[in-house]
């Protein structure tokens, strides 16, 4: 039993690993088209993964594979979007930016707004979910 349990996490720690060596630079790249700084993009792409990928890899995806099959699999990754997408448009939306005197106008930071938070999270996870599946 102990054997399988570090079996496990290895896999684990292995397929979190690839996650993030997919989908950050996904999220960071986009972002910085859109005039989102990496160092506000890059902690969130992280958080958005680290709370998304252990609900996904130990509740939903062994118990939609097993009930459900391909379509179980399709739910779960499609709930990760969602959830991912939330964080993004959250925590990557555009800021106002302080008004110069001469110009009364506000001008807003770059950002994600919710469409493109949700593409973005759409292009992100599918990549992922490829790539892993080449490598498994």
């Given at each position: ?73 399709l739910?779960?990754?499609g ?58």
């Amino acid at each position: 039993m102990r054997g399988w349990v570090i079996l496990l996490g290895v896999s684990y720690v292995a397929d979190l690993g690839l996650t993030l060596v997919v989908e950050v630079p996904v999220v960071v790249g986009v972002t910085h088209a859109v005039g989102v700084a990496a160092r506000r993009s890059l902690p969130v792409a992280i958080a958005a993964n680290l709370l998304t990928h252990p609900v996904l890899w130990f509740v939903a995806a062994p118990w939609g594979t097993d009930h459900l099959g391909i379509t179980g699999l399709l739910l779960a990754e499609g709930c990760v979007v969602a959830v991912e997408a939330a964080v993004f448009a959250c925590w990557l939306r555009p800021r106002p930016r302080p008004r110069p005197r001469r110009n009364p106008r506000p001008r807003l930071a770059g950002g994600l707004t919710g469409g493109l938070a949700g593409w973005l999270a759409l292009l992100a996870n599918a990549m992922s979910v490829a790539v892993g599946i080449v490598v498994h």
